[in-house]
């Protein structure tokens, strides 16, 4: 039997997005079943790629090179889908590669828990924004993507909390403070599976936001330092400019982000009001 980290490595190294998600829903269901017969699956040691493997498509160009398309046209919405499923894809890499990445560093079985179901909830995601494009008559890998979406993943190579504090309490909750628009504008198209699928992604992803908090706190507790300084400090050392408002301050909360951790790390911060 693989091992859990020997499962990520496989998924990580699978290229195309339908069998990579495939594979990761196929792992995570296997992981819970083995869990539940009281026969768990060892977490193990395999080498994660430093770089996940992509398909040919979609292109990947400089975040600056990306083309703007305006969400209120058909081809507008069908870009924004696309950028969704591209943000989900990696989404999925970034959370089975936490797992082979630092095994080395011993965690409660709840950590694997809570990161396999959202490798697996991400993967659902995917698929369900390429059937959404699909849909419309396009697919993931129809237009060039934003190539910087694995940056975080490299620049944190070597620092669990450092991960923890990117990727989930930073860029995952930058999705909770965007979808709710995303969600209006396809409402007002009256694009119904669109809205449905973003529905689904948003209240998913208050959860991811919540392991990484969780996972966070735990391991600031073990290394006795104060989580909020220690947020600040890998905040600004691994992310690439300012946390932009407006700020979904209720669904941060809901996640375990309570504003003194973000709004000292806005730009242009807009006065608030009392």
């Not at 998924?11 to 594979?23: E, F, S």
């Not at 119904?192 to 936001?209: F, M, P, Q, W």
Request: hydrophobic share 40%; with cysteine; aromatic share 10%.
């Amino acid at each position: 039997m693989m091992t859990l980290s020997e499962m990520a490595v496989d998924v990580l190294t699978t290229a195309d997005g339908r069998q990579k998600t495939a594979k990761s829903r196929a792992y995570a269901a296997e992981w819970f079943a083995a869990r539940a017969a009281g026969t768990p699956i060892a977490i193990g040691r395999a080498e994660p790629p430093l770089r996940p493997a992509r398909p040919d498509r979609p292109e990947l160009l400089d975040p600056r090179d990306v083309p703007k398309r305006k969400p209120g046209s058909p081809q507008g919405r069908i870009a924004l889908l696309h950028a969704v499923a591209h943000i989900e894809l990696n989404a999925v890499d970034l959370h089975w590669d936490i797992i082979p990445r630092f095994a080395d560093t011993p965690m409660p079985t709840g950590f694997y828990d809570d990161w396999v179901k959202a490798a697996d909830e991400e993967s659902k995601h995917f698929n369900l924004m390429c059937d959404c494009l699909e849909e419309l008559g396009s697919h993931y890998g129809a237009l060039p993507a934003h190539a910087g979406m694995w940056r975080a993943a490299e620049d944190t190579v070597a620092d669990f909390m450092g991960r923890l504090a990117v990727v989930p309490m930073v860029l995952e909750a930058r999705g909770l403070d965007v979808t709710p628009g995303m969600i209006e504008i396809f409402r007002k198209a009256g694009a119904i599976s669109a809205v449905a699928a973003l529905e689904t992604i948003y209240a998913e992803e208050v959860g991811h936001v919540a392991y990484g908090s969780k996972w966070f706190h735990f391991l600031c507790g073990r290394h006795d330092r104060d989580p909020k300084d220690a947020f600040h400090t890998l905040v600004r050392t691994y992310f690439h400019g300012a946390l932009k408002p407006p700020f979904n301050d209720e669904k941060r909360a809901e996640a375990g982000l309570p504003p003194d951790f973000y709004w000292p790390l806005a730009e242009n911060i807009p006065k608030r009001t009392p």
